[in-house]
């Protein structure tokens, strides 16, 4: 489900990745807009899942929030981003089944 990646993802990168999936979809949105950090392999690959992970949540919460269900989800979701972005800052990369492969699939990771 999870890979290690490389020796030269730095400590800075694995915080970015890791705050990415905890406050997605803002942190996403202003790292694409770093200069510097945007165009790191790791950063980029976790950055993208994280923005699409985030959108797909606040979508769904917004049509859902309606019901109890609605919140049951937006829960459930922030407790996996949670272990996403542990698994981000250990170094591993994260493999998020329907939206890894998407994101793979348009070329932003």
Same mark, same amino acid.
């Given at each position: 489900? $999870?890979?290690?990646?490389?020796?030269?993802? $730095? #400590?800075d =990168?694995?915080?970015?990745?890791?705050?990415?999936?905890?406050? $997605?979809?803002?942190?996403?949105?202003?790292?694409m807009?770093?200069?510097?950090?945007? =165009?790191?392999? @790791?950063?980029? #690959?976790?950055?993208?899942?994280?923005?699409? *992970? +985030? %959108?797909?949540?606040? !979508?769904? *919460?917004? @049509?859902?929030? *309606?019901i109890?269900?609605?919140?049951?989800?937006? @829960?459930? +979701? @922030?407790? %996996?981003?949670?272990?996403?972005?542990y698994?981000?800052?250990? +170094?591993?990369?994260?493999?998020?089944? !329907? !939206?890894?492969?998407? !994101?793979?699939?348009? +070329?932003?990771?």
């Amino acid at each position: 489900m $999870s890979e290690q990646v490389s020796a030269d993802v $730095s #400590s800075d =990168d694995r915080l970015w990745a890791a705050l990415a999936y905890v406050f $997605s979809p803002i942190i996403p949105i202003v790292i694409m807009l770093m200069e510097d950090k945007k =165009d790191r392999p @790791f950063i980029r #690959s976790h950055n993208a899942q994280a923005l699409v *992970w +985030g %959108i797909l949540m606040l !979508v769904s *919460w917004t @049509f859902l929030s *309606w019901i109890i269900v609605g919140a049951c989800i937006g @829960f459930v +979701g @922030f407790l %996996i981003q949670l272990y996403w972005a542990y698994k981000a800052y250990s +170094g591993e990369m994260v493999n998020i089944p !329907v !939206v890894s492969d998407f !994101v793979r699939n348009q +070329g932003w990771a």
